[in-house]
Antibody, heavy 122, light 107 residues
């Protein structure tokens, strides 16, 4: 079955770079899906960060575009997020997810990782 | 960005009740609206896609409907495992945005 698992440091210093990896199993990351990052500040709602396709095309949330880099590692079946110049406002649970786009049904997140809490603090 | 507004923000109900949660889009999004359920400490789970299509494996007590830019999630008979937070999400255009959530609590 499809599984996604986030990994990375749980603590990042202000002005530093947050780096996370999502390991994908049960499906090839080269399949026709979009591989996405989302986040949820403690006690708050969900925010879409951005995505990468199997071919390496990316879409980023304009509110974060200057900070984000999403990349894919096909050899290890994983994809990654880098968020630069972080502040306390970037403290959140970060999720990776598989996004499906189907004509007529739209675009939706059908598989999610368990999430990983990243705290920005000195 | 397309703004999604859910109501109510919280709701108290009893097992067996019928509940309705509403989501309003700030502009037309056709039927590109999804619903997710999130249990505390867990990742969101897809319930309904394209406004009214039940995701595989989701109980039939969940249903979705639409009227213009208003979308509704209905749970026909609440079960104990349904007490959670529910989010709508528009997939009409990026950035894909979510409602602020509706927390469903036990009365």
């Amino acid at each position: 079955q499809v599984q996604l698992q986030e990994s990375g440091p749980g603590l990042v210093k202000p002005s530093g770079t947050l780096s996370l990896t999502c390991a994908v199993s049960g499906v090839s990351i080269s399949s026709s899906y979009w591989w996405s990052w989302l986040r949820q500040p403690p006690g708050k709602g969900l925010e879409w960060i951005g995505e990468i396709s199997h071919s390496g095309s990316t879409n980023y949330n304009p509110s974060l575009r200057s900070q984000i880099t999403i990349s894919v590692d096909k050899s290890n079946n994983q994809f990654s997020l880098k968020l630069s110049s972080v502040t306390a406002a970037d403290t959140a649970v970060y999720y990776c997810a598989r996004a499906v786009f189907t004509t007529g049904w739209g675009y939706y997140f059908d598989y999610w990782g368990q999430g990983t809490l990243v705290t920005v603090s000195s | 960005d397309i703004q999604m507004t859910q109501s109510p923000s919280s709701l108290s109900a009893s097992v067996g009740d019928r509940v309705t949660i509403t989501c309003r889009a700030s502009q037309s999004i056709s039927s590109y609206l999804n619903w997710y359920q999130q249990i505390p400490g867990k990742a969101p789970k897809l319930l309904i896609l394209a406004a009214s299509s039940l995701q595989s494996g989701v109980p039939s007590r969940f249903s979705g409907s639409e009227s213009g830019t208003d979308f509704t999630l209905t749970i026909s008979s609440l079960q104990p495992e349904d007490f959670a937070t529910y989010y709508c999400q528009q997939s009409y255009s990026a950035p894909y945005t979510f409602g602020q959530g509706t927390k469903l609590e036990i009365k």
